[in-house]
C-alpha cells in the first residue's frame, strides 16, 4: 500500500532555507502535494507538482522531484517567524479518485 | 476563492453520544472526504464521497458513518462516542483529480 515518511521535525534561523523532504512509495502517483498547516487551523495549498516533472518555483517555494528515489522536497528561501507550522506532503496516484495520502507531517520551527 | 466550512471548532461531547459534525463547501466539488488527524500520525481518511448519495470507506471508517444528501454537505457522524475518537477532524472537497481545500477543523473532546 501507499506510504508517505517525512521527519517530524526541523529547526532553522530566520533568513536561512529550510528544506523539507519526504518520501513516498507508490510508483503511480500522479500529482504531489504540499500542504501548511498553522496552529489551530485547517490545511492550507502551498504548492504541488506533476510527477512528471522534477522543479517547480513558486516565488520563495521550491519543489525538487526524483522520481528514481520516490524522493520529494519542499525549500523555502529566507525562512521568516510565519512559516513556523507543520507542513504535510500528499500523493494523489491514479486510482485513488482524488483521495490524497498524508504524510505525518513536519513542524518548523523558526527561531531569530 | 473555495471556501470550506465546518458547522463547530470545538465540540465537547460525552461518552455514548451520537455526534454529528458537519461541512458545507461552495465551489460545486464532486468529492469531499474526511480526516482525522492525530499527533505524529498525520491525517487519516475516515471517509470520501464522490457524489450525491455515494460514499466510500477509507482507512478508518469504523465507529463512523457519512451522509450526503446534497452535493454540497457532508456530514461525519459518530454513532456513539467514545474517549478514543478524541481528537481534531478535517473536512476537504475537490473536483476529481484536483487539489483537495479544507476547512478550518474540528476539535473534538469526548469525555
Known amino acids: 500500500g501507499e506510504d508517505v515518511e517525512q521527519s517530524l521535525f526541523l529547526s532553522v534561523r530566520e533568513g536561512d532555507s529550510s528544506v523539507i523532504n519526504c518520501t513516498y512509495t507508490?510508483?503511480?502517483?500522479?500529482?504531489l502535494y504540499w500542504y501548511k498547516q498553522e496552529p489551530g487551523a485547517g490545511l492550507q495549498l502551498l504548492t504541488y507538482i506533476f510527477s512528471n516533472m522534477d522543479m517547480k518555483q513558486d516565488q520563495r517555494l521550491t519543489v525538487l522531484l526524483n522520481k528514481k528515489d520516490k524522493h520529494l522536497s519542499l525549500r523555502i528561501a529566507d525562512t521568516q517567524t510565519g512559516d513556523s507550522a507543520i507542513y504535510f506532503c500528499?500523493?494523489?496516484?491514479?486510482?485513488?479518485?482524488?483521495?490524497?495520502?498524508f504524510g505525518a507531517g513536519t513542524q518548523v520551527v523558526v527561531t531569530p | 476563492d473555495v471556501k470550506v466550512t465546518q458547522s463547530s471548532r470545538y465540540l465537547v461531547k460525552r461518552t455514548g453520544e451520537k455526534v454529528f459534525l458537519e461541512c458545507v463547501q461552495d465551489m460545486d466539488h464532486e468529492n469531499m472526504f474526511w480526516y482525522r488527524q492525530d499527533p505524529g500520525l498525520g491525517l487519516r481518511l475516515i471517509y470520501f464521497s464522490y457524489d450525491v448519495k455515494m460514499k466510500e470507506k477509507g482507512d478508518i471508517p469504523e465507529g463512523y458513518s457519512v451522509s450526503r444528501e446534497k452535493k454540497e454537505r457532508f456530514s461525519l457522524i459518530l454513532e456513539s462516542a467514545s474517549t478514543n475518537q478524541t481528537s481534531m477532524y478535517l473536512c476537504a472537497s475537490s473536483l476529481i483529480g484536483k487539489a483537495a481545500f479544507f476547512g478550518q477543523g474540528t476539535r473534538l473532546t469526548v469525555v
Open positions: 500528499a500523493e494523489m496516484t491514479t486510482d485513488s479518485w482524488g483521495k490524497l495520502q
Open positions: 507508490d510508483s503511480s502517483s500522479t500529482y
